[in-house]
T-cell receptor, first 115, second 117 residues
């Protein structure tokens, strides 16, 4: 079974600084997708960024970028120029390819942004 | 992006009663929806996969008789917590994905906080 591990229960960053959240996963599949979701206090899950495993180029979305190391099964999220609104729980998630739609989530990292 | 609406957002019920939670895809047809449960300060755990027109697929350890899922139309899935007990108190979230597209994103409802007293 696939597993997703987030080893940092909590992280903090100063406003305008950069922070990296770690995520590793375990799978024997070659076709899969990886995601980072943000869950603010409202509890609404918001997609931050996605990465297709077949793509070698790391995904970027404005201030958010990933470091996808397929051989190491690592998928870290870098948040640049951190803003107060970035404070939330961040979940790393895995989805197998080939039509499967189930998401497997890590335990989450609580990010605090200090002014 | 696509919109998934979940209702109610909060519900308090008495122990022994049943509670129904609705999950609707507002601007797309969802042949498959997913129901997750989230305990305080914990991750989302998949409970079951809801399939339109057929039986739901439950994850190991989830009681199908307690958590009844009905997906009667392409835009609506319901989760009924039967004979609720305080230990069923939790945050329940549904999600759906636009089928047969290259869009890999899962769209989530706003979640339902269930409190059983």
């Amino acid at each position: 079974a696939q597993t997703v591990t987030q080893s940092q229960p909590e992280m903090s960053v100063q406003e305008a600084e950069t922070v990296t959240l770690s995520c590793t996963y375990d799978t024997s599949e070659s076709d899969y997708y990886l995601f980072w979701y943000k869950q603010p206090p409202s509890r609404q899950m918001i997609l931050v960024i996605r990465q297709e495993a077949y793509k070698q180029q790391n995904a970027t979305e404005n201030r958010f970028s990933v470091n996808f190391q397929k051989a190491a099964k690592s998928f870290s999220l870098k948040i640049s120029d951190s803003q107060l609104g970035d404070a939330a729980m961040y979940f790393c998630a895995y989805r197998r390819g080939g039509g499967s739609e189930k998401l497997v989530f890590g335990k989450g990292t609580k990010l605090t942004v200090n002014p | 992006g696509a919109v998934v609406s979940q209702h109610p957002s909060r519900v308090i019920c008495k122990s022994g009663t049943s509670v129904k939670i609705e999950c609707r895809s507002l601007d797309f047809q969802a042949t498959t929806m997913f129901w997750y449960r989230q305990f305080p300060k914990q991750s989302l755990m998949l409970m079951a996969t809801s399939n339109e027109g057929s039986k739901a697929t439950y994850e190991q350890g989830v009681e199908k008789d307690k958590f009844l899922i009905n997906h009667a139309s392409l835009t609506l899935s319901t989760l009924t917590v039967t004979s609720a007990h305080p230990e069923d108190s939790s945050f329940y979230i549904c999600s759906a994905k636009i089928p047969r597209t290259a869009n890999t994103e899962a769209f989530f409802g706003q979640g339902t906080r269930l409190t059983v007293v």
